[in-house]
């Protein structure tokens, strides 16, 4: 049996060597810094170029119109120990993305991944400014010309990472990345009304219809054909009729349209312009109304009013040129008004969402803007000799009258006399 003082001397020993160890690995993570970086969200934080959507809920989301235009996000950063690596942008438009991962930065990976917007030699600090159209066309479906060929019309959460990296290999630890999740992309309006109803009014068109009561929607624009203001008269075809409801995303029959852009409520729409062109206030249309009157219409492809322009098509973005009146969100019927009377118009209604993005337009219906009369005045324009104050009546139906309210004065006044005197 070993000596009991050689086995505390062992231990001893052995406990002054893992305290050695102990204070060694202590030493070396005191001598390993850590890198990091940070986005500064106070003095004035992130901000725009150009785009100032309101409220402040709405300030970092991307429009359509921010997409076309030269607008910038302004990203304000700290960065600390920082020496030999590079400062990346990164972003993911999909949930299930981490740009931490090398995996998912890997350009030749199958599916999504996530897209690099900018990377530097790191500095302590500074700005890093990105364009907007940028940004927008890093997310999965979006194409050239800011074009979003997603289906969801709600605004979509975009994340943006922030990191120190290496060349851009391995994975980035945690302290080394920081992501900005403020910015929102919404190029798409909401879905095409229902158009239920149109009359023609005074220089006027009435139009009901039912929206489709997506969360974001701000308003209803009326489009009309010949635009307000015009000095040239309609030439589109189209007659009077009631159709069937249908689904947006068509062109009305006999219209052509290529792609354009308009803006509305602060936005510019990439939509589809006609191959002919127009503009609000004097501009020369080329589009069709009927001759006529007024017609029903329901929102998108399978419109059968027989209503069609080459400006306005059914189921397309059109062009803000066109606007001729608008609506808020709870409403259910617009009014274009200052039109000509007498002038066919083709005519359509489109919503509009917080931060101006225009939808497709319904179906068209056709409508000619005239005067109208009360019932009184169809009434004498007829022949009509009754109804009205008594100083429209002729003088013989005023000595009458006047003569039967004397007689009945007299009756009246006779027999309370008679009263009086059977009391006494």
Known sequence: MPNPLLRFAFRLLSAFAALMALVASGEARAQTTTSNITINMSGGGVTRTIANHTPTTFQYVISQADCLSADAFVFPYTATNFAGTNIEVWLASVDSLSCDSSSARDPAATGSHCIQLF?????MGGTITIPTSKIASAV????????????????????????????GTGDVAAENFTIFKGAQLDMLGPPAPEVTDSGPADTAISVNYTGSGVMDTQGFYIFCDPPKGSASTSSSTGTSSTTSSTTAGSTSAGSTSASSTGSAGGSTSASSTSASTATAGGATSTSTTAAGTTSTATGGSACSSGCSSSI????????????????????????????????????GVAAFDNVGNIGPLSCLVCV????????????????????GCACSASKESASFGGLLAGAVVFVAAAKRRRARGRRR
């Open 119 to 123: 990377s530097a030699p790191a500095t």
């Open 140 to 167: 999965t479906g979006v194409t050239a010309g800011c074009v979003d060929t997603n289906s969801n019309t709600q605004p979509r959460a975009l994340s943006i990472y922030f990191m120190l990296t290496n060349a």
């Open 312 to 347: 306005l098509v059914a189921g397309q973005v059109p062009s803000s040129a066109y606007i001729c009146g608008q609506t808020t969100a709870t409403g259910s019927s617009v009014l274009a008004s200052g039109l000509k009377n007498g002038t066919p118009y083709a005519v």
């Open 368 to 387: 000619t803007p005239e005067k109208t009369d009360d019932f009184f005045s169809k009434y004498r324009e007829a022949g009509g000799q009754a109804g």
